[in-house]
């Protein structure tokens, strides 16, 4: 298992370093399978559940999300909820299968995944901000690695054991100061922003990545699955790869936009 962790990360990370050092279309694109892929293994877990699943308004809806976003199409993004809104009322209605849960569940997974992967592609608009994109996934890599080995040595008390049993208090506090320590030394060395505003994106990104990971594990819960997908061997799917990034992108662009 761990040998190919290791061979899927020797391959996975290069090229998505790769997609987000030249951005434009190649990560359009990039980014527009991993949000297809993303509702696909969303969409599996609720028919796990018995609910009918309209797959391609999910995909299509969720990649139209990404790129208005993604491009800052406000108002045809506005429309464009309501546009997918209508879409799975009348794909109901047409196939006499779905429910309002199914609707509703459908609904929330192509917001969910779709704004997320779309933050993901705004963060990298400006031909510049490859360094800010990096510093979001960075943030989010950081905090994984620090709540592994912190919560292996000290953790003791549970996290949340009703949604993700092996995460821990000391974990989480670890993925943090990790992700801060890791925030300062590339943003001193890449970054013109000032160490307040490390400070804030790293502690808050950090938080955020982790309460992504928590909402994936419920819905995993829910579904009563082990990994959302496949598609990376040893790592499981898209939701399970990028379920923390889809919160820390938005959060990351957020404070940014704020700070003075």
């Known amino acids: ?54 797959y391609p308004v999910m995909m299509a809806a969720g990649i139209m999300l990404m790129l208005f976003v993604g491009n800052r199409s406000w108002t045809f993004l506005a429309l464009a909820v309501m546009l997918i809104l209508i879409l799975l009322v009348l794909w109901a209605v047409v ?36 360094w800010i994109l990096l510093l979001a996934f960075l943030i989010t890599w950081a905090t994984d690695v620090g709540a592994y080995f912190f919560g292996r040595a000290l953790g003791k008390r549970k996290l949340a054991p009703t949604i993700s049993p092996n995460k821990t208090v000391a974990g989480a506090v670890g993925g943090v100061i990790c992700a801060i320590i890791i925030a300062i030394i590339y943003g001193l060395l890449f970054l013109d922003l000032p160490l307040y505003a490390l400070l804030l994106l790293a502690a808050a990104g950090s938080v955020a990545g982790q309460l992504g990971d ?46 003075p």
């Open 1 to 54: 298992m761990l040998k190919t962790r290791v061979i899927t990360a020797a391959i996975y990370v290069p090229v998505l370093l790769a997609l987000i050092f030249f951005g434009g279309w190649p990560l359009t694109i990039g980014l527009a399978f991993l949000t297809a892929v993303g509702l696909w293994e969303y969409g599996k877990m609720l028919e796990a559940k018995g609910l009918y699943v309209s």
């Open 95 to 130: 196939v006499k299968r779905s429910d309002f849960s199914g609707i509703m569940l459908q609904f929330g997974g192509i917001i969910y995944i779709g704004l997320g992967f779309g933050f993901v592609l705004l963060l990298r608009l400006p031909a510049s901000s490859w």
């Open 214 to 259: 928590l909402w994936a594990s419920m819905i995993k819960r829910w579904a009563d699955i082990k990994d959302a997908g496949k598609l990376f061997p040893g790592h499981g799917g898209v939701l399970d790869r990028f379920d923390s990034v889809l919160f820390v992108a938005p959060l990351v662009y957020l404070l940014l936009a704020l700070l």
